[in-house]
């Protein structure tokens, strides 16, 4: 009776254990990697000295986000350079859900630099208690390589939740190259691996003309997340 309870024991394990690796195997769907994206949008307030007149001016979208669980918190992060847009002037700054749901966020936010490569440093994050309705938090992947699929999703002109696939064409340390066709607002948006994990996160950055790097009007520029310190 012991031997026979020992061994269902180890086969409902075993069948457990490739349950979850299947589950681990299986390639992200689009609506997945959406529901890991968000938007940034800032809401500049129009202030008319000497009269007493403020103004609320429309929401613009202005870049891409996504999120990490960092033990009972969670840290949004983007593109630093979208995150340090909204300095400029008065106003709301807010991290929004496919779903539409919107969470304000302090304009000031923590940032600190990529692992081994000081120069590369275009990611800023906010730590909070939750998220809101319909954002979920991502994992982050190992090092893509070259030829590997990738797909970025992002906000790319304002358009919400646009989702572009390709693969990884070069890899210059942290950063790399996809065929992924991207746009202005899909800046601090991820680049997912298939199976939906977070391999990079898409920047603006320019190359020194000396180091033959020159961008591709075809390709996008990614700033690797597995040496980011979280």
Known sequence: MYKMFVSVLICATMLLSNACYAMRGRPAKPEELISKTGYIRFAPKLEIQGIGINLDLPPQ????????????????????????????????????????????????????????????????????????????????????KVGEPVCAVGSPLGRVNELTCGAITNHFEP??????????????????????????????????????????????????VDGIWL
């Open 61 to 144: 979208v202005i870049g891409s986000a996504w999120a990490v669980k960092d033990g009972n918190d969670y840290k949004i992060i983007t593109a630093q350079h979208v995150g340090l847009a909204a300095l400029q002037m008065p106003g709301v700054l807010e991290i929004c859900s496919h779903e539409m749901e919107c969470q304000e966020l302090d304009i000031f936010a923590g940032a600190g630099p990529v692992a081994g490569a000081t120069l590369y440093q275009d990611w800023i994050y906010w730590e909070v208690d939750e998220l809101p309705q319909g954002l979920r938090p991502s994992r982050i992947g190992g090092r893509p």
């Open 175 to 224: 950063m790399l190259y996809m065929d992924a066709r991207v746009l202005p607002g899909n800046s601090g948006g991820p680049v997912f691996d298939k199976y939906g994990r977070v391999v990079g996160m898409v920047i603006a950055m320019d190359f020194p003309i000396e180091s033959g790097m020159g961008p591709v009007s075809t390709s996008a520029l990614v700033l690797e």
